[in-house]
């Protein structure tokens, strides 16, 4: 294995690595509070109502809206994580499609022009109209029934390049993009 490909698999392994820990840590976190809420229950300490219960998930800052702007958060921390991972491995967009491009014989140039069109070769942008995302801005369903879903997410460069070019040579040409070359 050459110097290049030790970095891309490193690269990736520590991005699933920290979003595997990031997620435990939540799990963790989110277990112990609600054990310590029955223990204090169950040992005689101080029980919420079903009115009362209602009536703290109700409050500002508190229940499914205080879930949501925490999730969020989390979701931001992920996202920056990710993308300092990918620039530090130095994933570079055009590395990725010239690497798509002659594993399934597809035009470097073609490639190059649609990811420039559809993302400016920024591997981290989302599009908040359509909910596309990564370098050829892949739909979430789309991205799913790629096989690359499984172990990369749509932000890898090579993954979303290789992914792009196995459904452009399977379609026979650009036709899921709005850009064409």
């Given at each position: 294995?050459?110097?290049?490909?030790?970095?891309?698999?490193?690269?990736?392994?520590?991005?699933?690595?920290?979003?595997?820990?990031?997620?435990?840590?939540?799990?963790?976190?989110?277990?112990?509070?609600?054990?310590?809420?029955?223990?204090?229950?169950?040992?005689?300490?101080?029980?919420l109502t079903g009115e009362q219960a209602l009536r703290e998930w109700e409050q500002p800052?508190?229940?499914?809206?205080?879930?949501?702007?925490?999730?969020?958060?989390?979701?931001?921390?992920?996202?920056?994580?990710?993308?300092?991972?990918?620039?530090?491995?130095?994933?570079?967009?055009?590395?990725?499609?010239?690497?798509?491009?002659?594993?399934?014989?597809?035009?470097?140039?073609?490639?190059?022009?649609?990811?420039?069109?559809?993302?400016?070769?920024?591997?981290?942008?989302?599009?908040?109209?359509?909910?596309?995302?990564?370098?050829?801005?892949?739909?979430?369903?789309?991205?799913?029934?790629?096989?690359?879903?499984?172990?990369?997410?749509?932000?890898?460069?090579?993954?979303?390049?290789?992914?792009?070019?196995?459904?452009?040579?399977?379609?026979?040409?650009?036709?899921?993009?709005?850009?064409?070359?």
């Open positions: 294995m050459n110097g290049r490909k030790k970095e891309i698999v490193w690269g990736l392994g520590l991005t699933v690595l920290v979003v595997l820990l990031i997620l435990l840590a939540i799990a963790s976190s989110a277990s112990a509070k609600h054990v310590a809420g029955h223990n204090e229950c169950f040992q005689g300490g101080p029980c800052g508190k229940g499914a809206e205080y879930q949501w702007n925490r999730a969020r958060k989390l979701e931001r921390k992920v996202w920056k994580l990710e993308k300092r991972v990918a620039k530090k491995f130095k994933r570079d967009s055009l590395y990725a499609i010239k690497l798509a491009s002659r594993a399934f014989g597809i035009p470097e140039r073609d490639m190059r022009r649609v990811a420039y069109c559809e993302s400016r070769f920024n591997p981290f942008v989302k599009n908040p109209n359509s909910m596309a995302s990564g370098l050829f801005q892949f739909l979430d369903s789309t991205w799913a029934s790629t096989p690359f879903h499984v172990a990369f997410p749509v932000w890898d460069p090579v993954a979303n390049a290789l992914a792009a070019a196995q459904i452009v040579r399977a379609d026979g040409g650009w036709r899921q993009w709005v850009c064409k070359p």
